[in-house]
């Protein structure tokens, strides 16, 4: 590869992951404040509500974190030491965990409220925003001890040859015991495993409420219910189509990052596409949940109208 070419991959893959953070904050920063400020009047909120705000504000972070981890790549290279290491790694690797716990809890909620009432899934339907919360504070609590071997292996700019970089030169995975790091990543496949099988599960049987109630609309040959699907049947396609965005996204982040090592070799375009890969689900599942939202598009539709009449 030719140095012009190299300088012109760079130039376009800082100025893709350069829009890409600025599209996603802003996107995750509306969501999370609507959802907020949609909470606060009524002091009550169905749990997917939260939920949503919730992983708003994991994306939101993550993808602060990662602007600020990939500062080095377009020549920021002197905030780094130990402690910037740790802890920006740390809380990127911790924000990562917690969308994809969060993610499933999602789906989980969403086929939970589908559900007809003499279910058994109905039985775990959450009730208050208390219970909510705790099933929050469960999965950060999880995922701060899962996550816990990056402040013990990572480590900041090093003259050293061993080693892993992550990303970039300037941070560092240091070698661990062998039985330490079996174990952390173990629990980390375990932890993936359980939570897209957990994700896979309830969106098959999603999709079954939602065959039988479309057999249902056409057996009944109704012109009401057909044409116009209930908010939650329209909140369950688009988790549907999130659950499907996500579990892409996964699989192709995780094949790149496992030739990760060929990262260090100069390869620009490989070390791009992770980047805008890694980046992605955070970006676009909130503009899926923006353009989904039916309050939004109703708020939207009032505020136009309103601009038209004046």
Not at 51 to 60: R, S, V
Not at 162 to 170: D, Y
């Amino acid at each position: 590869m030719t140095k012009s070419s190299t300088l012109y991959i760079f130039i376009a893959v800082r100025n893709a992951f350069l829009s890409q953070i600025v599209i996603g904050i802003t996107a995750n920063v509306f969501l999370l404040l609507f959802h907020i400020l949609t909470y606060l009047p009524q002091h009550r909120s169905k749990p997917v509500d939260l939920t949503m705000a919730h992983l708003a504000l994991i994306h939101l972070l993550m993808l602060i974190t990662r602007a600020f981890l990939d500062m080095d790549i377009f020549g920021i290279q002197d905030i780094w030491n130990d402690i910037t290491c740790k802890a920006v790694v740390y809380l990127y690797r911790l924000m990562r965990s917690l969308s994809v716990s969060t993610t499933c809890l999602l789906s989980v909620l969403q086929a939970i409220t589908l559900s007809p009432r003499s279910s058994f899934p109905a039985k775990f339907k959450l009730t208050s925003p208390q219970q909510s919360l705790c099933c929050f504070l469960i999965l950060w609590v999880f995922n701060v001890f899962i996550n816990v071997r990056i402040l013990v292996s990572m480590k900041g700019p090093t003259n050293a040859t061993s080693g892993f970089a992550f990303a970039s030169e300037s941070c560092s995975i240091s070698p661990t015991g062998h039985y330490f790091k079996t174990f952390f990543t173990l629990i980390g496949i375990l932890r993936d495993v359980f939570f897209i099988g957990l994700m896979a599960l309830f969106s098959v049987y999603m999709v079954t409420l939602l065959c039988r109630h479309k057999r249902q609309c056409q057996h009944l040959h109704s012109t009401s219910l057909s044409p116009r699907a209930s908010p939650e049947l329209r909140a369950t396609r688009s988790i549907l189509l999130l659950m499907g965005f996500f579990v892409v996204m996964y699989f192709v982040d995780c094949s790149i990052s496992t030739s990760a090592e060929e990262l260090q070799k100069n390869d620009p375009a490989r070390l791009g596409v992770q980047m805008l890969v890694g980046n992605g689900y955070a970006t676009v599942s909130a503009l899926m949940l923006i353009s989904t939202e039916n309050r939004i598009i109703k708020w939207e539709d009032h505020k136009f109208k309103a601009r038209l009449g004046n």
